[in-house]
């Protein structure tokens, strides 16, 4: 099946940085959503993005289907972005989800 | 609009036990999903409903699950005789179907296994 690996694991950012997240696909997909799972669980959705870019306020995100990788910019973080990003890809209408990365801003 | 519903929240119950989990999906979607989170892990694949029917359920590690979605709405995931490796984060998901495949989950309901 589809193998998804996202980097860094762990990333500690001070308020206000900006920072890039990697996730890598093995094989062709259909659809690939980026998550934000908040401290208190919930899986919020930041973007559906099979290919090209896309851009919501502080957060965008490239997807090159061609070369199987997406990339999640955040910019200027804030303590609220605290919590695991996960990148998941449609194999199937199933996702296939990441083993996400953690992330802790700090004030 | 309402988001993806689930109840119960929390779900404590000893092994052996039988459980019901609950999920109401975004009004007017035709597909429905069951995912299970352990700690520290990404959500993973138990089954999927396209209307009525389960289309695919080749994630349910056993023929303790099963799941049903009588109506094409509300949907209950089943659990037989429970055992403790059950305890996780169950969470549901829906989406339009063929006209958007874009998941939306619920908040999830936390099973423990005494």
């Known amino acids: 099946g589809i193998q998804v690996e996202q980097s860094p694991p762990d990333l500690i950012l001070q308020e206000g940085a900006n920072s890039t997240l990697r996730c890598n696909f093995s094989?062709?997909?259909?659809?690939l959503q980026w998550f934000h799972q908040n401290p208190w669980g919930q899986l919020i959705n930041l973007f559906y993005?099979?290919?090209g870019t896309k851009q919501n306020g502080r957060l965008s995100a490239t997807t090159v289907a061609t070369e199987r990788y997406s990339l999640l910019y955040i910019s200027s973080s804030q303590t609220t972005d605290s919590g695991v990003y996960f990148c998941?890809?449609?194999?199937?209408?199933?996702?296939?989800f990441g083993t996400g990365t953690r992330l802790l801003v700090s004030p | 609009g309402a988001g993806v519903s689930q109840t119960p929240s929390n779900k404590v119950t000893e092994k052996g036990k039988y459980v019901e989990l609950r999920c109401d999906p975004i009004?007017?979607?035709?597909?429905l999903y069951w995912y299970r989170q352990s700690l520290g892990q990404g959500p993973e694949f138990l089954i999927y409903?396209?209307?009525?029917?389960?289309?695919?359920d080749s994630g349910l590690p056993n023929d303790r699950f099963f799941a049903v979605r009588p109506e094409g709405s509300v949907s209950t995931l089943k659990i037989q005789r429970t055992e403790r490796g059950d305890s996780a984060v169950y969470l549901c998901?829906?989406?339009?179907?063929?006209?958007?495949?874009?998941?939306?989950f619920g908040p999830g309901t936390r099973l423990t296994v005494l």
């Open positions: 998901a829906s989406s339009l179907g063929s006209r958007s495949n874009e998941q939306f």
């Open positions: 094989d062709s997909v259909n659809n």
């Open positions: 993005i099979p290919s």
């Open positions: 998941a890809v449609l194999g199937f209408q199933k996702l296939v």
């Open positions: 009004s007017g979607h035709t597909a």
């Open positions: 409903f396209q209307g009525t029917g389960a289309a695919d």
